[in-house]
């Protein structure tokens, strides 16, 4: 009697508990829609721009909002559920029992904060959508273009060949009196939303030059490369074709760009990573914005381990740091000290083929907005031009040469550009064209000084 008695109660001491809880998770997600908003948001970017020691941006209002909604639809939805638990009889008697209480309770503590966090942290997610298998993880590099694939970037269908590189497979050892060219760059060079290799200027140019010279290009650039990841490409690969010229596309966003990688102080990964996945799974989770954050919460934190006490890098993102920052206020302290880093990384490539008696020539792209107002924004190109004279290394700005020429031909700007920096397939021809004469004179130089 006294068990059944035992029995009768235990029930009886319990009875709420899952209702209790999915009213607290309705409350706690009611309170959520109402402190979730664009004023609160506001203060706490400031809070945690002055904590992390570099501007930190609210999210747009629309996207508060629709938080806001979500917020409030699964309020709805637990009290509910806390409804029904407590007005339907076999449910409330099911979820009275002390193993479903307990997996309740479990399952609540979890769920409760991850969606909370997700729902509020998803304003601040980025678009990042992991849409292609292009590229991979490298520990020295950040990334690589995965060998042999095919796949869409850009929204055109790229194919990479088995060196993990755009282009035709080159072998190692060179014939005879043929002369090389290793060209080195990032997305310009590669070939950004340009389908066919054959349409990128390194080749354009290779089919422009005389046919008294026989060439092979081997284009080295990859999607994103800075001159600190060239150098590395260069010496791994460019050097097993024993290159008669190296070509080094500069583009001014790879002065800027590299700060916002985690090995430099950031928290990014790459914006080639953000978009690759390496299997399903792993484009199931880009899609988590508390995973996104807690990546770069990770990133953030070893950058800070390995840069320990250089400040020269870590305060570089502490004041906005972007091409128009180069163009606009180039005596900005972390402009100088950007330019200073990515100088040298550009010094290491040409000392290194200086070593191995190769000639080096740096193209200088423009961006788009440049063009119009050549005189005013071209700081960058007098930075890259002054440090280039004193040293003697052979550089090509194309900034004027555009500019004349669509003065000339009436060609539009858009119709040498796809955005901002890109290249049409145009651009690619008319850039092959302008080059072509000082990749002929430096090869036909080199051919001379190695006749007998």
């Known amino acids: 009697m006294a068990a059944s008695i035992r029995g009768a109660d235990a029930p009886r001491s319990h009875r709420g508990a899952v209702r209790l809880l999915l009213a607290a998770a309705g409350a706690i997600f009611l309170v959520g829609a109402i402190v979730h908003n664009t004023w609160a948001l506001a203060i706490a970017a400031r809070v945690a721009g002055s904590i992390l020691h570099r501007p930190v941006y609210p999210p747009d209002a629309p996207l508060v909002h629709q938080a806001q909604l979500v917020y409030l639809a699964i309020a709805v939805a637990f009290f509910l559920l806390a409804?029904?638990?407590?007005?339907?009889?076999?449910?409330?008697?099911?979820?009275?029992?002390?193993?479903?209480?307990?997996?309740?309770?479990?399952?609540?503590?979890?769920?409760?904060?991850?969606?909370?966090?997700?729902?509020?942290?998803?304003?601040?997610?980025?678009?990042?959508?992991?849409?292609?298998?292009?590229?991979?993880?490298?520990?020295?590099?950040?990334?690589?273009?995965?060998?042999?694939?095919?796949?869409?970037?850009?929204?055109?269908?790229?194919?990479?060949?088995?060196?993990?590189?755009?282009?035709?497979?080159?072998?190692?050892?060179?014939?005879?009196?043929?002369?090389?060219?290793?060209?080195?760059?990032?997305?310009?060079?590669?070939?950004?939303?340009?389908?066919?290799?054959?349409?990128?200027?390194?080749f354009v140019l290779d089919a422009m030059l005389d046919d008294s010279l026989s060439v092979?290009?081997?284009?080295?650039?990859?999607?994103?490369?800075?001159?600190?990841?060239?150098?590395?490409?260069?010496?791994?690969?460019?050097?097993?074709?024993q290159p008669d010229l190296v070509v080094i596309g500069f583009v001014l966003n790879d002065v800027t760009e590299m700060f916002y990688l985690a090995r430099f102080g950031g928290s990014d990964e790459g914006f080639q990573l953000r978009h690759s996945y390496a299997s399903q799974w792993d484009r199931l989770l880009s899609k988590s914005a508390l995973v996104y954050q807690v990546q770069n919460l990770v990133r953030e934190t070893k950058a800070k381990r390995k840069l320990g006490d250089d400040l020269r890098l870590g305060a570089i993102r502490q004041q906005a740091l972007d091409v128009e920052t180069l163009m606009k206020s180039p005596d900005q302290a972390n402009v100088k000290t950007a330019w200073d880093i990515a100088l040298a990384d550009l010094q290491a490539i040409v000392?290194?083929?200086?070593?191995?008696?190769?000639?080096?020539?740096?193209?200088?792209?423009?961006?788009?907005?440049?063009?119009?107002?050549?005189?005013?924004?071209?700081?960058?190109?007098?930075?890259?031009?002054?440090?280039?004279r004193a040293r003697g290394i052979e550089t090509l700005d194309l900034l004027p040469p555009l500019v004349d020429h669509m003065r000339t031909s009436g060609v539009p700007a858009d119709s040498l550009f796809l955005d901002p920096d890109h290249l049409s397939i145009q651009g690619h021809r008319v850039v092959a064209g302008l080059l072509a004469p000082r990749v002929a004179s430096v090869l036909a130089a080199r051919t001379q000084v190695e006749a007998p």
């Open 83 to 202: 409804w029904l638990v407590g007005g339907y009889g076999p449910l409330d008697r099911f979820v009275r029992r002390s193993l479903v209480e307990k997996l309740a309770l479990a399952l609540l503590v979890f769920l409760v904060p991850s969606i909370w966090l997700e729902v509020g942290l998803r304003p601040f997610l980025p678009a990042h959508e992991k849409t292609t298998t292009l590229f991979v993880k490298d520990e020295r590099l950040g990334w690589k273009l995965r060998p042999g694939v095919v796949d869409r970037w850009g929204d055109v269908e790229v194919s990479v060949n088995e060196r993990g590189f755009r282009g035709p497979v080159i072998p190692y050892e060179k014939p005879a009196g043929v002369a090389r060219i290793v060209y080195l760059g990032d997305s310009v060079t590669f070939g950004y939303r340009v389908a066919r290799w054959e349409d990128t200027y390194p």
């Open 216 to 241: 092979e290009t081997i284009n080295l650039a990859v999607e994103g490369y800075s001159q600190w990841q060239q150098a590395i490409v260069l010496s791994d690969e460019g050097d097993r074709y």
């Open 351 to 388: 000392d290194h083929c200086s070593e191995r008696g190769v000639p080096v020539l740096v193209v200088v792209f423009p961006f788009t907005v440049q063009l119009s107002d050549p005189e005013t924004l071209s700081a960058p190109q007098r930075v890259i031009e002054n440090y280039a």
